[in-house]
């Protein structure tokens, strides 16, 4: 059974009137109630310590590591390449500066 009455909350307060789709705040759209926020690139005091301590595990352990990685599974160590590398890579110029269009069948077949 359905009644006309507004929802009360706990504390007795009723809840905001939704009914035109428009969600109620205090901030428009687009403005954040922390402005500075946090500056970036800073990092939390765990995320430091975190990855300190796997820097010094790293100087420690990581060129036998590497080389165990790559001796017994190198899938993984081709996956670790793979993660570690840019996303874009600008090849440079290997010796050729023009197009494929542009060259002989001689240069072609040397490249």
């Known amino acids: ?11 007795g307060a009723p809840f905001p009137d939704n ?3 428009q969600q109620v ?4 759209p687009g403005q954040s109630g ?3 926020g946090r500056p970036k690139g800073s990092r939390n005091r765990i995320s430091e310590a975190a990855l300190k301590a796997l820097a010094d595990d790293f100087d420690a352990h990581g060129v036998a590591v590497i080389e165990k990685v790559r ?3 190198p899938h993984d160590y081709l996956k670790i390449i793979v993660a570690v590398l840019p ?3 600008e090849l440079e110029d290997a010796g050729l ?3 494929a269009a542009d060259l002989s069948d001689d240069e072609l077949a040397l490249s």
């Open 71 to 73: 001796a017994e599974r």
């Open 34 to 36: 922390n402005p500075n």
């Open 19 to 21: 009914t035109e789709g």
């Open 1 to 11: 059974m359905m009644t006309d009455q507004q929802p009360i909350r706990a504390n």
């Open 25 to 28: 705040s205090r901030w428009q």
């Open 97 to 99: 500066s023009r197009r």
């Open 87 to 89: 996303k874009r890579m």
